[in-house]
């Protein structure tokens, strides 16, 4: 705190103005850091995983596009040969329950994912980390 009069009176000027008027800049920053902090945690924590000798550890995400590829093999080649199986057979079936949007939306987005992986690979990216 300063002792002359004017230091301090322009000193709590600064203060004021900065409590009503923030500087936009300093606070975006500090947001745009928390973001990269949360970030480069989830990609640390993708390298682990992908690095541990566990297979419950690092191949949940391949178990999960086996699923979604049986289960989409299942409703479009599987479940009409079932149904096609019961008529031939004389025993129709009760229609089958069919795959939800839930399944669909995991596969495109993990193909999403895929496919820009692809991209990153294809423009060389991998050479730049």
Known sequence: M??????AGVDLATTVINKIWPDKSATEAAQLAAAVAIVQGQLDTNKAEATSPSAFTSG????IGWVC???LFFQYVGR????WGGIVTGHPLPPLPGIDDNLWQLMLGMLGLGG???VEKIKGAEANR
Do not use: E, H, V
């Open 2 to 7: 300063a002792l002359d009069p004017l230091t």
């Open 60 to 63: 949940w995400r391949p178990g």
């Open 69 to 71: 590829a049986l289960a």
């Open 80 to 83: 009409p040969l079932l149904a």
């Open 116 to 118: 820009l992986r692809t």
